[in-house]
């Protein structure tokens, strides 16, 4: 079945960028999503590209698909404490919409 | 606009017994989702509904589990009986259709099996 793959921890400096990468393995998959998860909170969807594309930017906010190797990366320019939390990448293919998470990247911003 | 709403926030039960959690969608949203979200992991599916109706539900293990959307639009997600493997968060979600839109998720629901 699908996987998607993601590090387990990052931790960056205030004022840093961030890089949080993902790998799938359904050549299939049409939408790649980053969503971020607070603590005690519900997946707030953050942005997603559509797999025809390699670079979707979104303020703060790059993610870039390379699609030849399946690899999927959001980065947060200027870090905030506040976007401290655990990042999920995750990958929709031709079966319907249902999502298939990787095990999410916890971020933890240093002051 | 109201977001989803879930209830309960937490919930603690011993194994064996039985347990129920609500969801309500955004409104006007067709499809609804329940995902399982075990600690240290990533959300995975357990089913889908399209209105009142199942478009999957592969991955529900159904000798324990159950679910229903009758009017389609709220949802309720059964444990009967639960197992201690069965702690974990259970989101709900809702998208506008079926058919690659963006899902919402509510906060959740907590379950702790003792």
């Known amino acids: 079945g699908e996987d998607v793959e993601q590090s387990l921890f990052l931790s960056v400096r205030e004022g840093d960028s961030s890089v949080i990468n993902c790998t799938y393995t359904?050549?299939?998959?049409?939408?790649l999503y980053w969503y971020k998860q607070e603590p005690g909170a519900g997946l707030q969807l953050l942005t997603y590209i559509f797999s025809n594309m390699d670079m979707k930017q979104d303020q703060r906010l790059t993610v870039l698909l390379n699609k030849k190797d399946k690899h999927l990366s959001l980065r947060i320019a200027d870090t905030q404490t506040g976007d401290s939390a655990i990042y999920f990448c995750a990958e929709s293919g031709n079966a319907g919409n249902m999502l298939t998470f990787g095990g999410g990247t916890r971020l933890m911003v240093k002051p | 606009e109201a977001g989803v709403a879930q209830s309960p926030r937490y919930k603690i039960i011993e194994k064996r017994q039985s347990v129920a959690f609500w969801c309500n969608p955004i409104?006007?949203?067709?499809?609804l989702y329940w995902y399982q979200q075990i600690l240290g992991q990533g959300p995975k599916l357990l089913i889908q509904?399209?209105?009142?109706?199942?478009?999957?539900d592969s991955q529900l293990p159904k000798d324990r589990f159950s679910a229903e959307r009758l009017k389609g639009v709220d949802s309720t997600l059964k444990i009967q009986p639960a197992k201690l493997e069965d702690s974990a968060v259970y989101l709900c979600a809702s998208s506008l259709n079926v058919l690659r839109d963006t899902q919402y998720f509510g906060p959740g629901t907590r379950l702790t099996v003792l």
């Open positions: 409104s006007g949203h067709a499809t």
């Open positions: 509904f399209q209105n009142n109706g199942v478009v999957d």
């Open positions: 359904d050549s299939s998959s049409t939408y």
